[in-house]
């Protein structure tokens, strides 16, 4: 069974600290994502990374940064969380991508994260 | 720019009434289709992958249909049960890349 699991479900910290989301598969996929899920937004790309080491902005990346140092492990970090940081946070990985790609994306559980 | 649509936003069925739900997006010049389910607090299972030389696919009770030129997908719940209960979301891939484009989602109830 493919699995992808995030270390924390729920979290809740403080404005201004420094916050590690932490997300891992074990599909050998090479490409991994984090989204931020909020009510009448939707899903929304923050970072996306198609190789160790490698990353590409999404859509949101203001205030994010990611790591993926090792091919399973893909990490979100908040460099100083802030309040309208408070939301669901997903990641994906999937064997391709691309605009022909038929592989589906490998969702987390998800963490929910909210800053005090 | 590619842009989903659902609607209806939320609905609520008796159990064992099939249903639609309706996917429209903006650029026809798509590769695949899909469609996850979402149960509350938790994250995304893909249901169904529609490639664009196919017009549908089967799972179970759940029949997803794609149609390119009109812009729009459909996802067809038969006989609806409670554990149905959950959001549904389409997806495509954009025309930029890696990113996938989603829906905002149908929330659906289905009564005991």
């Known amino acids: 069974d493919v699995k992808v699991t995030q270390s924390s479900r729920y979290l809740v910290k403080r404005t201004g600290e420094k916050v590690f989301l932490e997300c891992v598969q074990d599909?050998?996929?090479?490409?991994m994502f984090w989204y931020r899920q909020d009510p009448g937004l939707g899903l929304r790309l923050i970072y996306f990374?198609?190789?160790?080491?490698?990353?590409e902005k999404g859509d949101i990346p203001e205030g994010y940064s990611v790591s993926r140092e090792k091919k399973e492990r893909f990490s979100l970090i908040l460099e100083s969380a802030s309040t309208n940081q408070t939301s669901m946070y997903l990641c994906?990985?999937?064997?391709?991508?691309?605009?022909?790609?038929?592989?589906?994306?490998?969702f987390g559980p998800g963490t929910r994260l909210t800053v005090l | 720019k590619q842009e989903v649509t659902q609607i209806p936003a939320a609905l609520s069925v008796p159990e064992g009434e099939n249903l639609v739900l309706n996917c429209s997006f903006t650029?026809?010049?798509?590769?695949?289709l899909q469609w996850f389910r979402q149960d509350p607090g938790k994250g995304l299972t893909s249901l169904l992958l529609?490639?664009?030389?196919?017009r549908e696919q089967t799972s179970g009770r759940l029949n997803a249909s794609l149609d390119k030129s009109s812009g729009r997908s459909t996802l067809y719940i038969a006989a609806s049960q409670p554990g149905d209960s959950a959001t549904y979301l389409c997806a495509v891939p954009n025309t930029g890349g890696f990113k996938t484009i989603f829906g905002a989602g149908t929330r659906l109830f289905v009564k005991a």
């Open positions: 990374s198609y190789d160790v080491k490698m990353k």
């Open positions: 650029d026809s010049a798509i590769y695949n």
């Open positions: 529609i490639q664009s030389s196919q």
């Open positions: 599909m050998d996929h090479e490409n």
């Open positions: 994906a990985s999937s064997r391709t991508v691309g605009l022909t790609s038929t592989d589906t994306q490998y």
